[in-house]
């Protein structure tokens, strides 16, 4: 059982370019959310998604869009990469926006933007 | 506001020592959720516990240990005699509801340095 699987792992780009992180699940879970971690500030939330078709913006949406064509996969796109988008970013996913249920983690993707 | 505060930013003991992870948070929620994660140096985020808004029972994990407080907002993680394993950075969750649909906002993590 796979989880939650993120890809790259890391990624360097230049001012400009584009660039979309992979992440997709195989636990047919509801709710998906894409966050960004820097230092001393914790996990911040990007994007969200509640199920196929919905989406919906978090703390951190600027320079960022998504979209969730399917319940396993939630891409995160970044459309002209700046240095202020050098992170550490994170895909989870867990079962029910509705329940305690936990969320589940991708490994992470390290994105330094020069 | 929707708020989690992890006032300690960095924590440092020596093994077999006690230590306390402070967590408080702020929710107009009736209901709501409360989470701690684990995230060892290696990166990845290790989900340790859950806690209902409305179920106050203290919960005991081996080294581990919940004190859950609605009448102070607060929901601390204890380890008992610590280890050089624990040492990573420890994050407190609240799940809560936005406009119909529900967030997960976390703290700024506390780093735990356990030295043998």
């Known amino acids: 059982n796979a989880g939650v699987t993120q890809t790259p792992k890391f990624q360097v780009l230049k001012t400009g370019q584009s660039m979309t992180l992979q992440c997709a699940q195989d636990?047919?879970?509801?709710?998906m959310s894409w966050y960004r971690q820097d230092p001393g500030m914790g996990l911040r939330l990007i994007h969200y998604s509640v199920g196929a078709g919905i989406t919906d913006q978090g703390e951190v949406p600027n320079g960022y869009n998504v979209s969730r064509s399917t319940t396993e996969d939630f891409p995160l796109r970044l459309l002209s990469a700046a240095p202020s988008q050098t992170s550490v970013y994170f895909c989870?996913?867990?079962?029910?926006?509705?329940?305690?249920?936990?969320?589940?983690f991708g490994q992470g993707t390290r994105l330094t933007v020069v | 506001a929707q708020k989690v505060t992890q006032a300690q930013t960095e924590i440092s003991v020596v093994e077999k020592e006690d230590v306390t992870l402070d967590c408080v948070y702020e929710?107009?929620?009736?209901?709501?959720?409360l989470f701690w994660y684990k995230q060892p140096p290696s990166g990845e985020l290790v989900f340790l516990i859950r806690r209902n808004s409305f179920d106050e029972q203290n919960e005991i994990s081996g080294r581990y240990s919940w004190n859950f407080q609605k009448s102070t907002s607060s929901f601390n993680f204890t380890i008992t005699a610590s280890q050089v394993v624990d040492s990573a950075v420890y994050f407190c969750a609240l799940r809560h509801w936005d406009s119909g649909y529900s967030t997960l906002t976390f703290g700024k993590g506390t780093m735990l340095l356990v030295s043998p």
């Open positions: 989870a996913s867990s079962y029910s926006q509705r329940t305690n249920t936990e969320a589940f």
């Open positions: 929710t107009r929620d009736t209901t709501y959720y």
């Open positions: 636990m047919n879970h509801e709710y």
